[in-house]
């Protein structure tokens, strides 16, 4: 394998994966801290027993490639960085290459372990924006068709999208959304893969909108949502017996699925920006 006689070179990954490229500002001039960062994020295991003899730095500076590597002379590569977190995070490569293995065959992908960043081809080209949450009793937001004992909190989802350009410098206008799930096992299954959709950018996208008519909207992207927590189908809302079942379908399409999950997000408030 040839490698490049400079220290710092992106890594060729194999299983051809596809990494979205978007620049990101963040504060290349923060000096390494040889003693703290000496830990791989997926093992916990010591980088490298040697580190002081890598130049870390140059690394931490290649903000622009999504994987940097770091290599001593021209042995191995040893040390790989996710270059598009916001943080230095760094892996073994062969805990890296580990991952991308165990990752589905048709959806080669990475998600660092501390920020959650993906960079694999299941990644959407939803604008950027924020999708935030919080939980409500169900006595101060009933849900259709749910007691209290069913749905003892109710998780009230906003979604924040603002207007931008696209990629060839016209405009597009943002939205924001709510959507309503029950506090219950089944509701937070259901957040935990619509917050996953949403960091890989697959819950909107810039579109017409099919109630206005309108071009260069930040619509809906297939993954339903309920939009109101009463009212029945007719009004995006609940009762709906088999909204849970038909929205695990949507995102299974997505390759979204709870068995690539870790943990379940918090029910009573959560955040995410991309
Ligand atoms: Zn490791
Ligand atoms: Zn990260």
Redesign the pocket.
Known sequence: MFISSEEAIILSIPLNLKLTIEEQVIDAQGKFDYDKENE?C??K?ELYDDLKSLNMEIAIKNQQNLISSVQKGSSEILVVRLGQCQGMHF??K??IEMQLKQSPEDNPFIKCAVCNKIYGKQVGDMPSGTMSWHSKSFRSCPLGGFTEEQSPHVIIIQYNIPSGRNKDGTQFHGTSRVAYLPGNIEGIKILTLLAEAFRRKLTFKVGTSITTGASNCVVWQGIHHKTSPTGGTSSFGYPDPTYFERVTDELKGRNVTLDQLTKPEDIKSGYIQV
């Open positions: 791989c997926l093992c295991c892996y073994h062969e805990c």
